[in-house]
């Protein structure tokens, strides 16, 4: 399933067009998709199709097509603190962008049926961590994954605010998946050949709405078991590694001072966290002035779209920052045109602009602490 959008030449060209055929809606589902690059969950020899708008399986590793993507992450209405429950969480992909909406204090937990591929789930978050810049820009919750089938889910392992399906599920398993959400919640899943949004309204009334047509592999049914018992999948106790935490339990003293240092870091200092140093970023040429994107004519608009405002204490934007960040902005932007001018003509759709340099690392390296101090708090863990 996919082939709805043409294909990109990177992840952000993927993205605008996923936004110009408005799978893609809202800002906040916009800077997750930009802060993880697809191509990072593809093996290496299948890295030149991570663009294109189409599902990709290798094995048991299996990516659905990005528009599919877009429609799940728009339809579950996420925002910090949900808790989320990703049945068939394969790569991890979806898991990890999630994540970076719900924050610290979210719930991001993964069922995969096949071991091998929760590891590579985990390999891929450890990279992500450990080498992404994005990861410093969001207040992230880490997704944890469990081996098992996602039928059979112990009941007091439930319920969730938010929960996704990534496999076509038969309508006799349609009540199963219903009471695993709260009240309130909201389920996405292939339902007869359609995804469906599911929201509950109330312990027993449920809203119904179809989205668009896809073509899912069906749920892989539990195996009859030699005693007649299935093995329930507990999602209470989540392995992390080798860190065993219960689903809802109160943070640790050492997490929340974590969070709380990182926060802090990011809103300390002169100005905004990002600092800027010039780079070239491939864009492609609009074909006309009437679909001529904001993000390519204008600098400014494509860094503001692309990374999360700093916040203040009520979660909500700092004009003071604001202001300063367009007058550094303004100061940034003002060089001889004569140059670039030419440069810009030859080029074609290779334009110069300013990106962010990663300033919380080196916030973090540079503090008085005891070095196994500052790789906790930049989430690097030991092989």
Known sequence: MGGAVSAGEDNDELIDNLKEAQYIRSDLVEHAFRAIDRADYYLEEFRDSAYKDLAWRHGNIHLSAPCI?????????????????????????????????????????????????????????????????????????????????????????????????????????????????????????????????????????????????????????????????????????????????????????????????????????SGPLEARKRTRVKRRKRHSQKHSNPLLSNSYLFMNRLMPAPMDSNNNQSSTDNEDEEEDLGRVYEEPEDNNEDERRMEGSVLVMETPLNLMRERILSLPLPEPLKMYLLYYREK
């Open 69 to 269: 993507y877009s429609e799940v992450m728009e339809a579950l209405d996420l925002h910090p603190g949900l808790s989320f429950l990703n049945l068939g969480s394969g790569t991890g992909y979806l898991s990890t962008m999630v994540g970076l909406i719900l924050g610290p204090f979210g719930v991001n937990h993964g069922v995969e049926l096949h071991e091998d591929v929760i590891e590579y789930a985990y390999q891929k978050l450890d990279f992500f961590i450990k080498t992404n810049d994005s990861f410093d820009r969001f207040e992230f919750c880490e997704p944890s994954f469990v081996v098992g089938n996602c039928l059979e889910i112990a009941p007091e392992s439930r319920q969730y605010d938010r929960v996704y399906c990534g496999a076509g599920v038969q309508r006799e398993h349609e009540d199963y998946m219903k009471k695993l959400l709260k009240v309130g919640g909201i389920l996405v899943l292939p339902l007869e050949e359609k995804l469906t949004k599911i929201t509950r309204t109330g312990y027993n009334t449920w809203e119904t709405r179809k989205i668009i047509a896809v073509s899912f592999a069906p749920l892989v049914l539990p195996k009859h078991r030699e005693n007649g018992k299935p093995i329930a999948v507990s999602l209470r106790e989540c392995q992390m590694r080798k860190v065993i935490t219960a689903m809802f339990e109160v943070r640790s003293l050492q997490d929340l001072s974590r969070i709380t240092i990182r926060h802090f870091l990011k809103q300390c200092g």
